[in-house]
C-alpha cells in the first residue's frame, strides 16, 4: 500500500483528497497547521479508515516544524511514495500597501513551503528512484489579477519552480506536476460576499465554480500510473478561467 503526504489537509481542496486517496486504498498523513480545528473531521476519517489516516501538525513554512515532522512520519513509514504540496495562503492588496510582514508570508507559505517538503522528502523518493510530487498553484499563477500582486508573484513562482523541478527529478524517475485551480467552492470562497461568489461564477464559461472534490479527481490522475507520461505541467483546473483574450464579443 502506498504512503501520501498531504498539506494543508484538514479543509476544502486538501481534505477531499484525502478521502481521495483513502478511497482508492492509500495511506494518507495529513499535515495540518491547526489540529484542533482540524480534529472533528480527523475523527471520522479514523472512524472509517482506521490507522490508514494519520494526522500531524506542521507549519509547512517553517524549516524546523518540518524536520519534526519528518521525524514523526519517518519512524512510522518506511517510504513515502507521493506528496501534495496543497496548503497555501491568499493575500490581497495593492502592492505599495502590502507590509512587508504580509509579503514575506505570503512567500514562506506558497513557495518557501514547497522547497522545505521537497528538501526533506524528496531524497528518500530519489533513492527508491520513483515517487510523484503535486504543487496546487492556481490560475493566478498563470495570468496576472487586480489587486493580487503578492498571490500572483507567489503563486507565479510555484507555475515556472515546477518546470525546474521537473527537470532535475526526472532523471530518478520522480515526476512533478502542478495543479493550477480557480475559484473553487472551499470554505474560504464560501467567506466571500454572495455578490462576489456571484461575479466569479458568472464570469466562467461554465457559469460555475469548481467543486473540491474535482480538484481532488485531478491531483489523484496526476499522481497514478495513468498520468506517468506527464511531468513538468500546469494542469488549469478553472472552470475555463484564462482561456479569453479579454476582447469584447462581436
Known amino acids: 500500500m502506498s504512503n ?54 506542521v507549519d509547512v513554512s517553517d524549516g524546523q516544524s518540518v524536520a519534526h515532522f519528518a521525524d514523526q512520519v519517518n519512524a512510522k513509514y518506511d517510504q513515502i511514495d507521493a506528496v501534495i504540496n496543497n496548503a497555501g495562503i491568499f493575500t490581497g492588496g495593492l502592492l505599495h500597501e502590502l507590509s512587508e510582514e504580509d509579503w514575506d508570508k505570503t512567500m514562506a507559505v506558497d513557495v518557501k513551503s514547497i522547497f522545505l517538503m521537497t528538501k526533506t522528502f524528496v531524497p528518500g523518493m530519489i533513492t527508491r528512484r520513483a515517487g510523484s510530487i503535486i504543487n496546487i498553484s492556481s490560475v493566478a499563477g498563470l495570468l496576472g489579477d487586480y489587486n493580487m500582486p503578492a498571490y500572483n508573484a507567489a503563486k507565479g513562482a510555484v507555475t515556472n519552480l515546477v518546470r525546474s523541478m521537473a527537470l532535475d527529478y526526472g532523471l530518478y524517475g520522480i515526476r512533478v506536476n502542478n495543479i493550477n485551480p480557480g475559484a473553487t467552492n ?27 472534490e474535482e480538484i481532488a479527481n485531478v ?32
Open 4 to 57: 501520501i503526504i498531504i498539506t494543508g489537509a484538514g479543509s476544502g481542496m486538501g481534505l477531499s483528497m484525502t478521502k481521495k486517496f483513502l478511497a482508492n486504498d492509500w495511506n494518507v498523513i495529513m499535515a495540518v497547521l491547526n489540529t484542533a480545528k482540524a480534529a472533528k473531521v480527523y475523527q471520522e476519517l479514523q472512524d472509517k479508515y482506521g490507522d490508514r489516516v494519520v494526522m500531524y501538525q
Open 186 to 212: 472551499t470554505p474560504m470562497f464560501q467567506g466571500n460576499p454572495e455578490e462576489v461568489k456571484a461575479a466569479y461564477r458568472n464570469n466562467s464559461p461554465l457559469k460555475r465554480i469548481a467543486e473540491p
Open 219 to 250: 491531483a489523484y490522475f496526476l499522481v497514478s500510473d495513468q498520468a506517468s507520461a506527464i511531468t513538468g505541467q500546469n494542469v488549469a483546473a478553472s472552470m475555463g478561467y484564462g482561456i479569453w483574450t479579454g476582447q469584447p464579443k462581436q
